[in-house]
Nanobody, 125 residues
Framework: QVQLVESGGRLVQAGDSLRLSCAAS????????MGWFRQAPGKERDFVAA????????YYADSVKGRFTISRGGAKNTVSLQMNSLKPEDTAVYYC??????????????????WGQGTQVTVSS
């Protein structure tokens, strides 16, 4: 089992920056990749970014490419999402997720085996 706890979400203004963190505990040594997803009110949960533990390969949704950066700690226990130039459309609950294995060429989409409880990011215009 892996437990994930997100933090860092809050109310910011458009153009601001924000850093989200995800603390992982439990059997993190078996984790293959970590991802960030987000869900806005009334919408489906969308992929945001992902990173492989080995090698650090990253992948981003087109909507955040160039603005968001995902990074990992060295001990498979921390993943961060640096968000710059925030827009009102970035408003959502952001979820951290962990995948235990490589599931194919589109590994960044999962499936993910563990999920955090989410942290709210609100961007005002």
């Amino acid at each position: 089992q892996v437990q994930l706890v997100e933090s860092g979400g809050r109310l910011v203004q458009a153009g601001d920056s924000l850093r989200l963190s995800c603390a992982a505990s439990g059997r993190t040594t078996s984790s293959y990749a970590m991802g960030w997803f987000r869900q806005a009110p009334g919408k489906e949960r969308d992929f945001v970014a992902a990173i492989r533990w080995s090698g650090g390969t990253t992948y981003y949704a087109d909507s955040v490419k160039g603005r968001f950066t995902i990074s990992r700690g060295g001990a498979k226990n921390t993943v961060s999402l640096q968000m710059n130039s925030l827009k009102p459309e970035d408003t959502a609950v952001y979820y951290c997720a962990a995948a235990n294995a490589y599931y194919g060429s589109r590994w960044y989409l999962g499936p993910y085996d563990y999920w955090g409880q989410g942290t709210q990011v609100t961007v005002s215009s």
